[in-house]
């Protein structure tokens, strides 16, 4: 077996002096916060997806949680989502004081599984957050005529899928609202930041509130002044910096690259793979084009995962597994959910490997891993 000689995450950003020089100047600048480069990082995120509105945010998780106050969940209201996502997805729900229903996958593309949305489907239902899960787009079409068909919210989890699209439509117009994270394992980053695009304008009005204490100009300003304001609302501080935002600027000038680059892996990968039968590569819905964040197999042997897992770690090679069944968590286990209630889910997570894919790998290190995982097995 071959050892990389430094190791190797399943993800990681990829920066240039383009971008640094970017952030340098936004340092020497006035605004280093609530300046013009968010504003400027809005539009062109909006001009990418093809919606009328952006509003950014510190990161993605605190942009779900604005969108479920945009959405007016709140106590008693139920919220479907899938359980193989990251925490944020359902934890959104819980902040605005909503209950997560958790709908089991489809066992093709990992994604939410309509046939199950519509099945925890009840009178206290609001909305439903899917999620392009490894950057796949959810089945949006099935999903939004659920929506429509009993007057629900969708709100898109599209941490993964920023330039992702879905019948030739890019992601961020099919759902009422889309959240698209800015980590840098995602497609580009902003260090930290999250968005959210919509075409409504009502929820972009309530975005704006939410994510700045609730503080807004009222009519009362034109009587009292320039300097007055009100808090007409209970928000938080969720503002994205003009550091961020400027890196945001230059990130997306390169996100098709990127895209195309990851891609190229996950081809790679699949002819690689293809024909081992311990592997099962990842199937993709038809008349979508993935932002492959993540390339996920399933196996099939009697090796342990573990042993799998730790022997690729040996060799440097990043491997992960995404992810662990949100309402396994002790704190959704306290709250009553059980193991069993998503058993094409769970089924999934026991035998989930994640190997690493972003734009800065090299062929080099794409053998490396290749090799080993087949040498291995």
């Known amino acids: 077996m071959e050892k990389l000689t430094e190791f190797l995450s399943y993800g990681r950003q990829v920066i240039d002096e383009e971008d640094i020089q970017a952030v340098i100047d936004t340092l020497r600048s006035p605004f280093l916060t609530q300046g013009p480069k968010v504003m ?34 709140t106590e008693g209201d139920e919220v479907i989502t899938s359980p193989i996502t990251f925490a944020a997805s359902a934890n959104c729900v819980r902040y605005v004081g909503g209950t997560v229903i958790f709908a089991d996958i489809d066992p093709k593309t990992y994604n939410i599984d309509p046939i199950e949305i519509e099945k925890n489907i009840t009178s206290r ?15 949006m079409e099935e999903i939004m005529d659920i929506a429509k068909k ?12 920023l330039g992702a699209e879905y019948k030739g439509k890019k992601v961020g117009t099919l759902a009422d609202m889309t959240m698209f994270s800015f980590h840098p394992v995602k497609p580009v980053t902003t260090a930290e930041g999250g968005i959210i695009v919509t075409d409504n304008m009502e929820f972009y009005q309530k975005l704006q509130l939410f994510r700045s204490h609730g503080i807004e100009k009222t009519s009362f300003a034109n009587e009292q002044g320039d300097w007055y304001y009100e808090m007409t609302d209970l ?34 990968y699949n002819e690689a793979f293809k024909y081992i039968p311990e592997i099962k590569i990842p199937i993709q819905l038809e008349e979508t084009y993935s932002g492959w964040h993540l390339y996920m197999v399933q196996l099939n042997t ?22 662990i069944p949100v309402y396994w968590h002790p704190y959704y286990q306290q709250l009553g959910y059980r193991k069993g209630l998503c058993p094409i889910a769970e089924n999934y997570y026991h035998n989930a490997l994640t190997l690493p894919i ?16 087949i040498e291995i097995l």
Do not use: W
């Open 358 to 373: 972003h734009p800065g790998m090299t062929d080099e290190q794409i053998k490396v891993i290749v090799s080993n995982m």
């Open 40 to 73: 400027d990082f809005e539009q062109a995120i909006a001009e990418y997806v093809g919606t009328k509105y952006a509003v950014a945010f510190s990161n993605g998780t605190a942009a779900l949680h604005a969108a479920c106050y945009a959405a007016g969940i």
């Open 150 to 161: 009993h007057n629900l919210i969708v709100i898109e989890d599209g941490a993964h899928s």
């Open 302 to 323: 009697e090796l342990s995962r573990e042993y799998i897992f730790n022997k690729m770690r040996e060799m440097n090679i990043g491997v992960h597994v995404h992810y």
């Open 125 to 139: 239902t609001k909305a439903i957050i899917p999620v392009d899960f490894t950057g796949q787009p959810a089945n």
């Open 235 to 268: 928000g938080y501080n969720y503002r994205m910096t003009d550091i961020q935002a400027a890196l945001g600027l230059s990130q997306l000038k390169k996100i098709d690259k990127f895209i195309e680059r990851r891609h190229e892996i996950a081809q790679i």
